[in-house]
Structure formats: structure tokens, C-alpha cells
């Protein structure tokens, strides 16, 4: 039985991996070479808009911005009464871990064990997900690939959304994901008693700390020269105390969010909180910890009955207005592709547009450590970046070109093949 599940499995990926790329235009692949953007609004996010400019690609890097610029061997993309942005960023999520969610053997953002640190994302992302070309075609250019499950899930990845092998897509930063104790209900059916719940978060936040001393004794002996047994646990998360790698807290409830921050600050780690959908209750004291936010999805319910409709909606603009630099996540696998939308109703809901820019382009850049790469039009930053008619957080806006890392995309997927092929269908045979 587990043979003929495993072929069928194989089947199954394979027949996916054909109708991508049946569907994604007869086999198209991303074009390299010279691109000569003329004539385009850019809107480069640090340095205001630039009118009537032409942006020069060269070797997959944007080499040149100015006026009039000319290129012998570069392909000419007029992009008059057109705009030109960053690539967007998703701060969270599971594309390319899940390609079929009914299925549990598509699926790859999930290991056995609560302290697994030492799990890679990054080596379970599937460049050929059907849903990668369906989430490049609204701009989206970067995302960094969620694991999920216990206290310490695993090792969350940024991804370039282009490439054959998880290598090549690999966008130069990792964080080792935390997801700190709670103290909150799980849902409206939690039917615990409070006893219960404050004794069960207790006896999750000494677990928490009862690993971190484990971890902290690790790096000293490591530190001081001596010889350890094979412990990759431990190995990880000694990473974060030496300030190696970055500790990514996913943390909702405001009360939780007072915990988390108290705990970073004594433990002198480089984190960055995530999730924080609470994050307006107490936006002033986050504001003052120096922390940095990613939140979303915007695009959902609050998390209280009492809350007004317009609670995750609001929480961005509440956060940034405080003062804290805020990231936006979809915190989805099928429906990355929204991530234009969840930043356009933040925008709506007090963020403003060009915060909430901000907060899918430079902003995750900064937090990430990649900002002079990407997050911005920048002479000599990669070329992720895309051509719009207009504002991208406009649903009736086309995007008509996009790059990444210099390479332009077929701007087709499943879902466009499928409308282009009903919508133009020849009448079937007569009955």
C-alpha cells in the first residue's frame, strides 16, 4: 500500500510539474539579457517619484536611472503613461510548501517535535508550485517560507520567486521561528477555565525558558572551545544567542506581546515580531521597545468578538503611526497573490499608501538585512521590479512586465490559461 501511495504520489507531481508548464504558455521561460525601460513614472520608494525616466537592466541589476538613457543591445519596453515599482515582499507565508492542502503528501511546512530549530524551509520549497506564477503575476517578487508547529518549528527562509532549485531561489536571509507561549484562548470553543489556561501558559513559558538555558549553556561550552556530543537543536539556537541569525516571534495577544518583548530585552536577542495581531492595544509600549513588526493577514476577522469589524484593518496604520516599522504578511499558501490587496486596505484603513508601500517593499528589506539589494528602485540593486498602468493596490490596475533579479517573466499561469482558453473557445463538435 505504501508503494502504490508513493507512485501515485510521484505521478501526481509530475502531471503537476507538466501542466505548469503546459499552461505557463507553451513552455515559456524567464528571458535574460539587457532590458531599457523608457519613459516610466518610478516610483522608487526612498528617493519620491521620478517622471518621464528610464531605467536600464544590465546583468540583473538595475545599472542606470536617468533621462534619455540609451543601451545598443538592450530590448526596448516603452513604458509611457506607465508605472514602475519594487517587487513586492510577503513577510509570511507557506508558498511553495503546500501545493495541494488536501492532500497531506503535497505538503512540507511541518515536522514531528516541538524543538525542531535545525528543520530548513528552504529545503522543502518546491520552485515548480503552481501557485508560484500565480503569485508573481500581481507583483509579488520575494517571500520568506514559514515552517509551522511547535515552540521552535524550524528555520524560516526569504525566497526569490524564480529558479529551479531552492538554492537559486534562496534571497540571503533566514530567521529560526519562535512561537512564543500563549496565554490568550485558542478560539470561542476553548472552553477551559481561566485557572486552567493561566497554569498552561505557566507551564509553556518554563518549558521556553528551560530551552533557552539549555541553549545559552550550549554556546558557552561552544565559546569556550569544547568538545560537544552532535546536538543540532542546540547547535541552531546557539546561533541566536552568538547574534548570528535573527529570532522571528510569532505573538498575537496584546498580553503575550508585554511577554515577549520583557523576554527578548532580557535575553539581548536580535528578533523581530511577527503575527501581532493585537499589536494597536499596546502600539506605544511596542513602539518603544525598538522592536520591528510584521503583521497580517489584514484581510481577515478580529480576535475578539468585542473588537470592531475594522480591527485587523487598522492594525497596521495604528502600529506605524506609534512609531514601529511594520512589515505586512499574508500569512497564506494559495493566496499569496493577495498581498497587493491586504496592503491596499491597510492603506484605506489609516495606513496611507505610502507607508503601506513601504511596509511590502523597503521596510521588510531593512528588516531582513538585504535592503541594498532589494526593496527599492536603486542603481545597483537587483532588478525586482515591476510595470504597472497603475496603482497596484487597485484591483483594475494590469501589471504588463515583471522582473526578477533581471530576469523578465512570462506573465502567464494556470489561472490566465485556463480564462484565455474558455474565454476564446471554439464551439465543441455538434450532438
Known amino acids: 500500500m505504501e508503494a502504490l501511495k508513493y507512485k501515485l504520489l510521484v505521478l501526481f507531481l509530475g502531471f503537476t510539474i507538466f501542466c505548469q508548464a503546459q499552461e505557463d504558455g507553451e513552455f515559456l521561460k524567464p528571458e535574460t539579457g539587457t532590458f531599457l525601460l523608457q519613459n516610466a513614472t518610478l516610483v522608487t520608494v526612498t528617493q519620491g517619484m521620478k517622471e518621464n525616466t528610464d531605467l536600464l537592466i544590465v546583468d540583473g541589476l538595475i545599472q542606470r536611472i536617468g533621462k534619455n538613457l540609451a543601451s545598443i543591445d538592450a530590448q526596448i519596453i516603452d513604458c509611457t503613461e506607465k ?16 501545493e495541494v492542502s488536501s492532500v497531506a503528501e503535497t ?19 518546491n520552485p515548480n508550485s503552481v501557485a508560484i506564477p500565480v503569485t508573481r503575476v500581481n507583483g509579488v517578487t520575494s517571500s520568506i517560507a514559514l515552517p509551522s508547529g511547535g515552540l521552535f518549528p524550524g528555520t524560516a527562509a526569504l525566497i526569490h520567486l524564480n529558479g529551479y532549485t531552492p538554492d537559486q531561489m534562496y534571497g540571503g536571509f ?30 509553556a513559558q518554563q518549558k521556553l525558558d528551560d530551552i533557552w538555558e539549555r541553549a545559552v549553556t550550549y554556546q558557552r561550552l561552544k565559546s569556550a572551545g569544547a568538545t560537544l556530543d552532535y546536538y543540532p537543536e542546540m547547535e541552531h ?4 544567542i552568538a547574534g548570528e541569525i535573527t529570532l522571528l516571534i510569532e505573538v498575537n495577544a ?23 495581531s493585537e499589536g494597536w492595544r499596546i502600539a506605544e509600549e511596542i513602539a518603544s521597545s525598538g522592536l520591528s513588526v510584521i503583521t497580517g493577514p489584514v484581510l481577515t476577522i478580529p480576535t475578539r468578538q468585542s473588537d470592531r469589524y475594522d480591527a485587523a ?57 538585504i535592503a541594498d539589494q532589494v526593496g ?10 515591476f510595470i504597472s498602468d497603475g496603482d497596484p493596490f487597485e484591483p483594475r490596475s494590469q501589471i504588463s512586465h515583471l522582473f526578477i533579479k533581471g530576469y523578465k517573466i512570462p506573465m502567464t499561469n494556470r489561472q490566465i490559461r485556463l480564462y484565455q482558453e474558455f474565454n476564446e473557445r471554439s464551439p465543441g463538435l455538434e450532438q
Do not use: C
Open 83 to 98: 508605472f514602475v515599482y519594487p517587487g513586492f515582499i510577503d513577510s509570511g507565508n507557506r508558498l511553495g510548501l503546500v
Open 107 to 125: 505538503q512540507d511546512f511541518m515536522e514531528i517535535g516541538n524543538v525542531t530549530p535545525n528543520m530548513q524551509a528552504l529545503t522543502a520549497v
Open 254 to 276: 496584546a498580553v503575550d506581546i508585554r511577554r515577549a518583548i520583557k523576554w527578548v530585552q532580557d535575553k539581548n536577542v536580535t528578533a523581530i515580531l511577527s503575527g501581532v
Open 237 to 240: 539556537l546557539s546561533k541566536v
Open 174 to 203: 533566514k530567521a529560526i521561528l519562535l512561537n512564543f507561549p500563549s496565554s490568550a484562548r485558542t478560539s470561542t470553543l476553548d472552553n477551559r477555565t481561566d485557572e486552567k489556561v493561566q497554569k498552561e501558559a505557566e507551564e
Open 313 to 369: 484593518y487598522t492594525n497596521p496604520g495604528l502600529l506605524a503611526k506609534a512609531g514601529v516599522k511594520v512589515a505586512l504578511r499574508t500569512n497564506d499558501a494559495e493566496n499569496v497573490r493577495n498581498l497587493p490587496f491586504h496592503a491596499g486596505f491597510a492603506a484605506a484603513y489609516g495606513m496611507g499608501i505610502e507607508e503601506a508601500l513601504k511596509a511590502v517593499t523597503i521596510h521588510p528589506a531593512e528588516m531582513f538585512g
Open 376 to 385: 527599492s528602485l536603486e542603481e545597483g540593486k537587483f532588478a525586482n521590479l
